[in-house]
């Protein structure tokens, strides 16, 4: 992925790991970003919040003190993406060397100028440095090509069906 460091994103937002008080803001956000089938419970998210926040990374807006947007994952030794990681924490070791990705959101205001792209940026730059070797991911159809543009290789459709949808397998070497 080139480097994509834009002034006035980095002055615009702190990106930085989520903190427990922000659970519900996760949860909003998440409900604004994914269609019902689509986003993770509110159980789920509360779980991956406090179980593993440092697997996400939050763009907070400076101005507002809220968040604008956020990357999570869970990470593990596996190299194929299942199901079961968008509802199971305790599948995350915090040891393993690939990151499943399980959301990607920005809020619609915060669209639109290069955010989701920094986020990524920013995201697979601190799992590198943290000894990470691959990131997945799965998007539809209408993702493939934002994803590629990230350095992502389109690995085919996915067993994956969650949200009753057709997804792609995306991955990532760090």
Same mark, same amino acid.
């Given at each position: 992925?080139?480097?994509?460091?834009?002034?006035?994103?980095?002055?615009?937002?702190?990106?930085?790991?989520?903190?427990?008080?922000?659970?519900?803001?996760?949860?909003?956000?998440?409900?604004?970003?994914?269609?019902?089938?689509?986003?993770?419970?509110?159980?789920?998210?509360?779980?991956?919040?406090? +179980?593993?926040?440092?697997?996400? /990374?939050?763009?907070?807006?400076?101005?507002?003190? =809220?968040?604008?947007?956020?990357?999570? *994952? @869970?990470?593990?030794?596996?190299?194929?993406?299942?199901?079961?990681?968008?509802?199971?924490?305790?599948?995350?070791?915090?040891?393993?060397?690939?990151?499943?990705?399980?959301?990607?959101?920005?809020?619609?205001?915060?669209?639109?100028?290069?955010?989701?792209?920094?986020?990524?940026?920013?995201?697979?730059?601190?799992?590198?440095?943290?000894?990470?070797? +691959?990131?997945?991911?799965?998007? /539809?159809?209408?993702?493939?090509?934002?994803?590629? =543009?990230?350095?992502?290789?389109?690995? *085919? @459709?996915?067993?994956?069906?969650?949200?009753?949808?057709?997804?792609?397998?995306?991955?990532?070497?760090?």
């Amino acid at each position: 992925m080139k480097e994509f460091v834009s002034e006035t994103i980095m002055e615009k937002y702190e990106f930085r790991n989520i903190r427990p008080e922000e659970t519900d803001q996760g949860i909003m956000i998440e409900k604004i970003c994914f269609p019902p089938h689509e986003a993770c419970s509110d159980k789920n998210m509360k779980e991956r919040i406090l +179980k593993a926040p440092e697997l996400f /990374l939050v763009a907070e807006d400076r101005k507002t003190g =809220k968040i604008a947007g956020f990357l999570n *994952g @869970i990470a593990t030794d596996e190299d194929v993406f299942r199901d079961e990681f968008f509802t199971d924490i305790t599948l995350n070791d915090p040891k393993g060397e690939n990151i499943m990705l399980l959301g990607l959101d920005v809020l619609p205001e915060h669209r639109g100028q290069g955010l989701a792209t920094e986020l990524m940026f920013q995201y697979l730059n601190r799992e590198r440095e943290n000894g990470r070797k +691959k990131v997945f991911l799965t998007c /539809l159809e209408g993702k493939v090509q934002m994803y590629r =543009k990230m350095g992502y290789k389109d690995l *085919g @459709i996915s067993a994956s069906v969650w949200g009753g949808e057709e997804w792609h397998d995306m991955s990532y070497e760090l």
